[in-house]
């Protein structure tokens, strides 16, 4: 069974204060790993896709990396705006399931 | 992106009756999945559900409990039946796209 651990459950940020979140993975056979941005009473949002180990995406504060274990979401100088549940999730080769971490509530202060 | 949009977007019911759930999409997809998000948890996938076909369920669900239907490539429901306080919680729908899965707003439902 493919699974997604995330850490920490909550990220209290200063603005400014650049930080990362972790997200560690087992998987039959990654076909991709995927960032989403959640905001309360909101679905999850895409962020990124990344396919293979050492690929890395950016979106203007946001930058997520990828190794075979572990994919990391680091966010420079965050701003209030950035506040929001982080998720995590991973689709095997074989198969269209997601399977998604618990996520990381990142809270931003002015 | 396909722009997804789910009925009712909440609802209060009482115990031991049925919701069902609304999702439209802007665009023909093949495949479409209904997630349960419950309080302070994350997403599980409930079922997949393809146009012309029977949905499949994920361990743990069932078809007597959340049918699920699939007229065609732009819409599909999800009926939660004979409620109790457990099921309450978020309702996503999501279909696959070129990338990754898009979801639409939820349905936050509570069972009293």
């Known amino acids: 069974e493919d699974q997604v651990t995330q850490s920490p459950e909550a990220l209290r940020l200063q603005e400014g204060e650049s930080s990362s979140l972790n997200c560690s993975y087992t998987?039959?056979?990654?076909?991709?790993l995927f960032w989403y941005r959640q905001d309360p009473g909101k679905g999850p949002e895409f962020l990124f896709t990344?396919?293979?180990a050492g690929e890395e995406k950016e979106k203007e504060r946001l930058k997520a990396t990828l190794t075979k274990k572990e994919s990391f979401l680091h966010i420079t100088a965050p701003k209030p705006e950035d506040s929001a549940t982080y998720l995590c999730?991973?689709?095997?080769?074989?198969?269209?399931?997601?399977?998604f971490g618990a996520g990381t509530t990142v809270t931003v202060r002015a | 992106s396909a722009v997804i949009s789910q009925k009712p977007s909440r609802d209060i019911c009482q115990r031991g009756t049925s919701l069902t759930i609304q999702c439209q999409v802007d665009?023909?997809?093949?495949?479409m999945f209904w997630y349960r998000q419950q309080p302070g948890q994350s997403l599980t996938l409930i079922a997949t559900?393809?146009?012309?076909?029977?949905?499949?369920?994920e361990s743990g669900f069932v078809i007597d409990k959340f049918p699920i239907s699939r007229p065609n490539l732009t819409f599909s429901t999800l009926t939660v039946s004979n409620m109790s306080p457990e099921d309450s919680s978020i309702y996503l729908c999501?279909?696959?796209?070129?990338?990754?899965?898009?979801f639409g707003p939820g349905t936050r439902l509570l069972v009293l």
């Open positions: 999730a991973v689709q095997p080769v074989l198969g269209y399931k997601l399977s």
């Open positions: 998987v039959s056979g990654l076909r991709g």
């Open positions: 999501s279909v696959e796209g070129q990338e990754t899965q898009y």
């Open positions: 559900a393809n146009q012309g076909s029977e949905a499949t369920y």
């Open positions: 665009s023909q997809v093949t495949m």
């Open positions: 990344l396919y293979s």
